[in-house]
């Protein structure tokens, strides 16, 4: 494979590039990066005029169902689906059947990943940071961390126990791994479906309030003074309250990083109003004073990363009752659409910015490594055309299930293609 990448706008935050460039690879590996490159007829030309050249995005967020759920997902059509939707990478997390709390359900994810992608995509476990994710007992962090798993959660459960939060710190420092917590205190969140306020009251549906998510940061946040050497994270934000802790932290120097969903920052409670259970998402979307606080944090950084929260739920599973339909959408395939209509046209961020937190940022929190776009370094990118105006549909999704609340939308920019060493794929 001899490919001459050409006319396309490096963004590379790694190495701080942010210029036109053409591109040499050969057999996945780069072998030259210069300007106005000129190659012999051996390459094949890719003209990429007006487009952005990234490091490969990673989603660090994503729910791949298998193993247990595969009328949902499976890793294969997940990892098409974050393929088409801009990334190289995801990390899975642990709420499967078998919980991933076993490092022979680690190796499974790791082994069918390579099988199903080619290379294409890189997948990443997250293990549950207690046996079967209960919050009872811890789960074998050593030997989890051993197998290849990247992370620490129960996420779909917040890990309640103080007590048992502390001795997670304690043994996930010991390993380097980061703490994901989902964070919603139980008690204040049980039975609720959507977010406790007006909306909720006028629609008569029992309601999460923002301090269910508040109280469990900030208690964390406690206990990572007390355990300074972990690392802890803060999954899918929703807050305005709790952006304000994060940022508090962040400025007493805790080892604290958030993420925030691209359909936080996109919707409000609002959309619950015709009762589409696609609008049913845990934690729930909140209101626009919510989404403005969360807009400033990923401007000013307190928010570290863009994850999509991709939550596969068949037809069949959300065409119920409101009250009894699961939480979640899918998103790997509009995250990166949404983010840079919602953000970067916005003038919220830059593509740089963007760049940050889709790719380096979410690497960097789990350890596995910035990708260097550097001569001799294997070639791992992600597409962009920001001038890209599309129609969402879910009739052309990769993923096996189809339960998004952007059907229909237009979106301004879009990843058109990926390339992990010697597997590549363009779309438009």
């Known amino acids: 494979m001899k490919l001459h990448l050409k006319g396309a706008h490096l963004v590379d935050p790694v190495r701080g590039i942010d210029e036109s460039m053409d ?23 890719i003209s990429l005029p007006g487009k952005i050249i990234a490091p490969g995005f990673m989603d660090m967020h994503v729910h791949l169902r298998e193993p247990g759920y ?17 990334f190289t990478a995801v990390c899975c997390m642990p709420n499967t059947n078998p919980v991933i709390d076993d490092e022979s359900v680690v190796r499974y994810i790791q082994d069918t990943g390579k099988k199903a992608t080619k290379g294409l995509v890189d997948v990443y476990p997250i293990a549950a940071a207690t046996k079967g994710r209960q919050g009872e007992e811890l789960a074998p962090i050593a030997e ?30 010991m390993f380097g791994l980061p703490v994901i917590q989902h964070a919603e205190e139980p008690t204040l969140a049980k039975g609720g479906v959507m977010n406790e306020g007006f909306q909720s009251t006028r629609l008569g549906l029992p309601g999460i309030p923002p301090i269910a998510e508040e109280i469990i940061v900030v ?23 709790t952006v304000e802790v994060i940022r508090r932290a962040k400025a007493n120097g805790l080892p604290i990083t958030a993420e925030v969903t691209p359909h936080h920052i996109s919707l409000t409670d609002t959309v619950v ?12 979307l909140r209101t626009e004073e919510d989404i403005a606080a969360l807009k400033d944090a990923l401007r000013d950084g307190t928010i570290d990363v863009i994850a999509s929260d991709h939550a596969p739920h068949t037809i069949d599973e959300k065409d119920v009752e409101y009250t009894i339909a699961p939480f979640g959408i899918v998103g790997l395939e509009t995250a990166v659409g949404l983010s840079m209509t919602t953000l970067v046209t916005t003038g919220i961020l830059t593509l740089y910015e963007l760049v940050e937190k889709m790719s380096v940022n979410p690497r960097k929190i789990v350890g596995v490594g910035s990708i260097l776009i550097q001569e001799g370094e294997k070639a791992n990118f992600t597409f962009l055309d920001p001038e890209c105006e599309w129609v969402v549909d879910i009739n052309t999704f990769h993923s096996k ?8 939308w237009k979106l301004t920019g879009r990843a058109i293609g990926v390339m992990n060493g010697n597997s590549y794929t363009f779309f438009i």
Request: with cysteine; glycine share 8%.
């Open 23 to 45: 591109i040499l690879i050969v057999d996945g590996i780069i072998e030259k990066i210069r300007k106005n490159i000129t190659a012999d007829r051996s390459y094949e030309v």
């Open 70 to 86: 595969e009328h949902k997902e499976t890793i294969a059509t997940g990892c098409a689906a974050a393929a088409a939707g801009g």
């Open 144 to 173: 989890l961390a051993e197998a290849g798993a990247v992370a620490l959660s129960d996420d779909g459960s917040t890990i309640a126990s103080a007590e048992l939060m502390r001795r997670i710190f304690e043994y996930s420092s």
């Open 219 to 241: 208690r964390d946040c406690v206990l990572l003074r007390y355990v300074p050497h972990a690392k802890y994270h803060v999954a899918h934000v929703s807050t305005a309250g």
């Open 273 to 284: 109003d015709g009762y589409d259970t696609n609008t049913k998402i845990n934690p729930p």
């Open 401 to 408: 299930s189809k339960n998004s609340l952007f059907h229909g």
